[in-house]
């Protein structure tokens, strides 16, 4: 079925707009058409957020994170070199909103980074440095999840959620990820 979508795609719109017949292959491809050259995208990607739902392929990947919830309960979880702090834990439902789905829109995200491993990670961006003025609770050591990528050098690294964020809600829902 997904092949006769993908035909009746390439045959009723692509070609009518190159003004005739073109090539066109799966995986990355190039779409010709007269002089006209063209590169699409016909092979799986990952969408927001899928990458950390994927186990390390290999030991040498593996990057323990562990998370302090709001009542100080400790979440040690695997991830792997790659993930995003903010989705690797609405993975493993560690109570991080992202609200803005880590498009650095908002601060409820936020968490407090151990001071021994700040370094290791790279610069807040000025965005990111604004967006942590405006939330509640800041610290020295604070940053967004979604602003940290792990690396091998974060190994052990270990982000406390601050007892509140800045959110739209205010009767006490509890946010799931989307």
Same mark, same amino acid.
């Given at each position: 079925?997904?092949?006769?979508?993908?035909?009746?795609?390439?045959?009723?719109?692509?070609?009518?707009?190159?003004?005739?017949?073109?090539?066109?292959?799966?995986?990355?491809?190039?779409?010709?058409?007269?002089?006209?050259?063209?590169?699409?995208?016909?092979?799986? &990607?990952?969408?927001?957020?899928?990458?950390?739902?994927?186990?390390?392929?290999?030991?040498?990947?593996?990057?323990?994170?562990?998370?302090?919830?709001?009542?100080?309960?400790?979440?040690?979880?695997?991830?792997?070199?790659?993930?995003?702090?903010?989705?690797?834990?609405?993975?493993?439902?560690?109570?991080?909103?992202?609200?803005?789905?880590?498009?650095?829109?908002?601060? &409820?995200?936020?968490?407090?980074?151990?001071?021994?491993?700040?370094?290791?990670?790279?610069?807040?961006?000025?965005?990111?440095?604004?967006?942590?003025?405006?939330?509640?609770?800041?610290?020295?050591?604070?940053?967004?999840?979604?602003?940290?990528?792990?690396?091998?050098?974060?190994?052990?690294?270990?982000? &406390?959620?601050?007892?509140? &964020?800045?959110?739209?809600?205010?009767?006490?829902?509890?946010?799931?990820?989307?």
């Amino acid at each position: 079925m997904f092949l006769q979508l993908q035909h009746h795609f390439f045959s009723h719109f692509l070609r009518p707009l190159r003004g005739g017949a073109g090539a066109v292959r799966t995986g990355k491809s190039t779409v010709r058409s007269g002089e006209q050259r063209r590169a699409i995208w016909l092979g799986v &990607t990952n969408r927001h957020g899928e990458f950390e739902w994927k186990d390390p392929k290999s030991e040498e990947e593996v990057v323990f994170v562990t998370y302090v919830d709001q009542e100080g309960g400790k979440h040690k979880i695997r991830g792997k070199v790659g993930d995003n702090v903010l989705y690797l834990a609405h993975r493993y439902g560690i109570s991080m909103e992202g609200a803005c789905e880590a498009s650095l829109a908002c601060t &409820t995200c936020h968490v407090y980074v151990q001071p021994s491993l700040l370094d290791k990670l790279p610069t807040a961006t000025d965005k990111e440095e604004d967006l942590l003025d405006l939330a509640p609770f800041l610290k020295e050591n604070s940053r967004l999840g979604c602003q940290i990528i792990l690396t091998k050098e974060l190994d052990g690294i270990e982000l &406390t959620l601050p007892k509140a &964020t800045r959110n739209f809600y205010v009767d006490g829902h509890k946010p799931k990820p989307h």
